[in-house]
């Protein structure tokens, strides 16, 4: 995945371009680039590495002028991170950056070298380059595009400049999110509105196919045909604060101070009159009753949000739920109809595995769901249904405040989707919608406690290898605990059922070795205890994240952090006495702790947690 920019209007083009591209870099930072038209000449400055790289080549050669350009941050998919791979890409006449993946390059390459196109770079970007040129023979910029995107298969946004057309910048679409911000007499594209959100709220949304023609005198969007068509004018609901650091040295560790506030926001959008309530985006009492079977569909954190999801769905509303990894379900022939309702849960909309698992469940007649964070996304489009969830825009690569509202969303359902079936009585679930309203203020206090997880991530900083264990609902929460450490600082780390782990792995575990035991459900308690116990007897160090009360034998554990989430028994507790969740709901502060643990062992090895090597953001390749 890339990140891409283009401008025009009256400021400084590069500083515009370089500002959008900063935030942008989520997407992508092996390589940055831009071209800008400078006195009618298009003046391209690209170079391998992260935009502060780019900031330096800047400084040293001194940055094109001009007010109009498009920029590029890059994650290699063809050909390495290098200078020559690094975009925008020229040939002949035209000048583009690329984000996705152009499936049929090789026979595309095969016919422009065959009419005497030759070609600098490894990347698939470059063909389109000579592709438009091609096409362009009549000197008339849209019938080039036209003809150019007939032939590309695979998924594409693309900035263009063509030289005869200077001030004028072109862009179409398919598959890769493509933006178009409208200030005043100025205006921006990008894959995502944080990149031009300093100047402009306003934005419109360009379709599959559609091409964007910008210059000073306005902007006109066309069809795949070339007719002209109108676009409705749409507002950002994000600011420009929660797209910038505000203080913090990471936007991971302030994206994990913000979800206090972004599960309240989440919920109070889910919420009314004191219980979820769907049935404005078609998911009635009605149709929750009908339903037969779940599937949640995602990837990565996305998954293992779903499996928290799931375990809260299968005890409350008795629905048998199914989890399952987007890449996995797309090619493994589903046994999916009618009855079932389909929950994709994304953070970013434009996973490229969820979005065809999405369309494969429609194609066999389920119902979909998207659990979606970004709103104008292809998921949260293509879905019959969707929750909007308000986690605002995650920059830092590792998910964290997206998660945590998933879950939020998805305890939210499963409380309705109980009710709805008659699991559970209208007052049990006013009961646990204020249990979850409770959990901000529980989140919150992880957070001011938060020198605990940095205590814990002292002692892991120099370790090679390390283990996650945990039952039920701290299972689900040890495989994010652990996904997000090993990406993060580069540990390996493996999460296992507690039970599991005497089936093989443990003959891994030796003297020092660090497993890190959730034990946060009572009703397992006692069995995770014995685990922690089999792997403590053969020299593990364990580290407990356990409710505060929770005591263990003497010498079973070495390091124990306590979560301030109340020590009584959740039955017939009252939501009104503090931080008190019943244990289902744990999940929400526990993995909070399980964030600020796997951040600070990055800050203390010396990584950057916002942009761990060889991961974007949103993975929109298979
Ligand atoms: C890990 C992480 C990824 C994403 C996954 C799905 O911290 O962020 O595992 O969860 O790539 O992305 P979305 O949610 O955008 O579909």
């Not at 502060?52 to 940055?63: Q, V, W």
């Not at 944080?194 to 402009?200: E, G, I, R």
């Not at 964290?400 to 559970?424: D, E, H, N, P, S």
């Not at 005591?551 to 008190?580: H, Q, R, W, Y």
Request: aromatic content about 8%.
């Amino acid at each position: 995945m890339c990140g891409i920019v283009g401008y025009i209007g009256g400021r400084d083009c590069a500083d515009v371009l370089m500002d959008g591209l900063e935030k942008l870099e989520y997407r992508g930072y092996d390589s940055a680039g831009i071209a800008v038209f400078e006195k009618n000449i298009i003046r391209t400055v690209k170079t391998r590495g992260k935009l502060k790289c780019m900031a330096d080549k800047l400084a040293a050669e001194g940055k094109p002028e001009g007010f109009c350009g498009i920029g590029h941050t890059r994650w290699a998919t063809h050909g390495e991170p290098s200078d020559i791979n690094s975009h925008p890409h020229s040939n002949g006449r035209v000048t583009i950056v690329h984000n996705g993946i152009i499936e049929n390059y090789a026979e595309l390459k095969e016919f422009l070298t065959e009419k005497g196109y030759s070609f600098v770079s490894q990347t698939d970007s470059e063909i389109v380059a000579c592709l438009l040129d091609f096409y362009y023979d009549e000197r008339e910029p849209l019938r080039a595009i036209m003809e150019t995107v007939k032939e590309l298969r695979g998924s594409y946004a693309l900035g263009i400049l063509f030289k005869d057309f200077p001030d004028r910048v072109y862009a179409t679409r398919k598959g890769s999110p493509l933006i178009v911000g409208l200030g005043e007499s100025e205006y921006f594209i990008a894959s995502d509105i944080p990149a031009f959100l300093k100047y402009t709220k306003n934005y419109a949304l360009l379709d599959d196919d559609e091409i964007v023609a910008i210059d000073n005198g306005g902007v006109r969007f066309f069809d795949v045909h070339g007719i002209e068509v109108k676009k409705r004018v749409q507002t950002a609901d994000w600011d420009i604060e929660q797209a910038q650091k505000c203080g913090y040295p990471h936007y991971m560790l302030k994206e994990i101070h913000e979800q206090p506030e972004v599960v309240k926001k989440t919920l109070d959008s889910l919420v009314r009159d004191g219980v979820p309530d769907f049935s404005g985006i078609g998911l009635t009492d009605d149709f929750l009753r009908g339903v037969k079977r779940v599937f949640v569909v995602a990837c990565g954190t996305a998954m293992y949000a779903g499996m928290v999801g799931r375990y809260a769905v299968e005890k409350l509303a008795r629905v048998p739920v199914a989890v399952e990894i987007a890449s996995e379900f797309r090619y493994m022939d589903p046994i999916v109809g009618e009855d079932d309702l389909v929950i994709l849960v994304s953070q970013s909309g434009e996973t490229a595995d969820t979005i065809a698992s999405l369309e494969l469940a429609k194609s066999r007649g389920a119902k979909t769901l998207a659990v979606v964070n970004v709103k104008y996304s292809a998921i949260a489009r293509g879905a019959d249904m969707c929750i909007h969830t308000l986690a605002g825009p995650e920059i830092a690569v590792a998910s964290t405040k997206a998660y945590m509202v998933q879950i939020t969303a998805l305890y939210a359902l499963a409380f309705r989707f109980a009710y709805a079936r008659g699991k559970i009585p209208a007052d049990e679930m006013k009961r646990l919608t204020a249990q979850l309203y409770n959990a901000p203020k529980a989140i919150r206090d992880v957070i001011d406690n938060k020198d605990e997880c940095q205590f814990i991530a002292s002692q892991l900083v120099n370790v090679e290898t390390l283990f996650f264990i945990g039952r039920g609902f701290d299972y689900a929460l040890s495989l994010e605990g652990s996904l997000k450490l090993k990406e993060i600082t580069y540990i390996h780390s493996e999460a296992y059922a507690a039970g599991e782990l005497k089936h093989g792995t443990i003959s891994l575990i030796e003297r020092g070795i660090p497993v890190i035991t959730v034990a946060t459900q009572r009703d397992v308690l006692a069995k995770t205890v014995s685990n922690m116990e089999e792997v403590k007897a053969r020299g593990a160090t364990i580290i407990a994240v356990c409710r505060k009360g929770t005591e263990f034998a003497e010498g079973t554990v070495d390091i124990k952090l306590g979560l301030n989430i109340g020590d009584e028994p959740s039955v017939g507790c009252e939501p009104s006495i503090g931080c008190e969740l019943d244990d289902m709901l744990i999940p929400l502060p526990t993995v909070c702790a399980l964030q600020l643990i796997a951040y600070y062992t990055s800050v203390l090895r010396g990584i950057d947690p916002d942009k761990p090597r060889n991961l974007a953001k949103s993975v929109t390749t298979e």
